[in-house]
């Protein structure tokens, strides 16, 4: 059985502020998922910056999505120990996490952007990598 516990962040609850309140998060594709079920996966490199200062998040363009709520969040006897959970008002979400599929840990953050849409296209995932700005 896991058991989850996750609550509202200060500094002192997510990880992620430990190395700093800026990121700057990378993609190199984007998964499509239609409405048919159909999903593809498309080459198309871009950035996010997470800036828990300012409480927001900013793509490529400019544009900027305020944070609805962010936190970590434990799952027992995991080895990862703390993930990241942050929801946009925008009904976006970007799940953070601190070390990769090996379990080797490191400044950087891996996850995904879920994007939800209409019409067509359901949703759009974003593989993200993620590390402090300096």
Known sequence: M????????NAADNPMWRSGLVWRCTFSSVIR??????CTTNN???EVSIEYGDNRVV??????S???RHYGQTVAGSPIA?????ELATNEVIWLSPADAAGTFSDNW???MLSPK???ILEELRPLICSPET
């Not at 793509?59 to 900027?64: E, H």
């Open 2 to 9: 896991l058991a989850l516990a996750a609550g509202p962040s």
């Open 33 to 38: 998922c239609e409405r048919s079920t159909d």
């Open 44 to 46: 198309q490199a871009g």
């Open 59 to 64: 793509d490529q363009a400019g544009k900027q």
């Open 66 to 68: 305020p944070i609805k």
């Open 82 to 86: 703390n993930e990241v959970k942050i």
């Open 110 to 112: 891996i996850g995904a």
């Open 118 to 120: 209409a019409g067509v």
